[in-house]
């Protein structure tokens, strides 16, 4: 019975431990946030193959493809100060991931100079993410802010109807273009 109530006890020092700890590297990262833009665009599948996940590179944002933009927000000063009391309030644990990873929304973290401290790209269709080495502590966590995402004013979640129309039309002229090279090889 000893055993059983220290392991609870230890359980609950453990979390709460964990939990101050989140809650300092979150407020140590808004400590040194002086802006926060948030990018939705279109799914990065759907990108040349050379624009694919090349525009974040050594923990900078190279440059976002201005045709795969749907929206960009520049968050006020209440905005950051909200998103930063949702991410410590946040739970960090996903339960189900799917197995893909379509990412349409980036959040990156600027200070004083304009210069990025990090980012965190996500997929809130599988619950998928990836942040840079000193954005880790976010990277579940914010999973969770698809709703104030859409507070702040981002209204792209998924591909419309037509985008899809012209991505497959797109595909099979690819394909066409193919199948000619190759049956012009062949004769």
Not at 17 to 31: A, C, L, P, W, Y
Not at 52 to 79: A, D, Q, T
Not at 95 to 102: G, I, K, L, P
Request: net charge positive; glycine share 2%; aromatic share 14%.
């Amino acid at each position: 019975m000893k055993c059983k109530i220290f392991l609870i006890l230890f359980v609950i020092f453990y979390s709460c431990v964990s939990r101050k700890k989140e809650s300092n590297d979150i407020e140590s990262i808004f400590n040194r946030t002086n802006k926060i833009e948030i990018y939705a665009y279109y799914d990065q599948n759907k990108w040349e193959r050379n624009e694919k996940y090349e525009y974040l590179r050594n923990k900078s944002v190279v440059e976002f493809p201005e045709k795969h933009i749907r929206n960009k927000v520049i968050l006020n000063l209440n905005e950051i100060k909200k998103l930063k009391k949702s991410l410590v309030k946040s739970n960090s644990n996903i339960e189900e991931r799917a197995n893909c990873y379509d990412p349409r929304h980036t959040i990156v973290f600027y200070d004083e100079n304009d210069v990025i401290l990090g980012f965190v790209e996500l997929c809130f269709s599988c619950m998928n993410s990836r942040a840079s080495d000193n954005f880790i502590v976010l990277n579940n966590k914010m999973l969770y802010q698809e709703k104030l995402f859409k507070e702040f004013g981002i209204t792209y979640f998924e591909d419309t109807k037509e985008e899809n129309d012209a991505y497959w039309k797109k595909i099979e002229e690819k394909d066409l273009e193919l199948q000619l090279k190759f049956n012009k090889k062949n004769e």
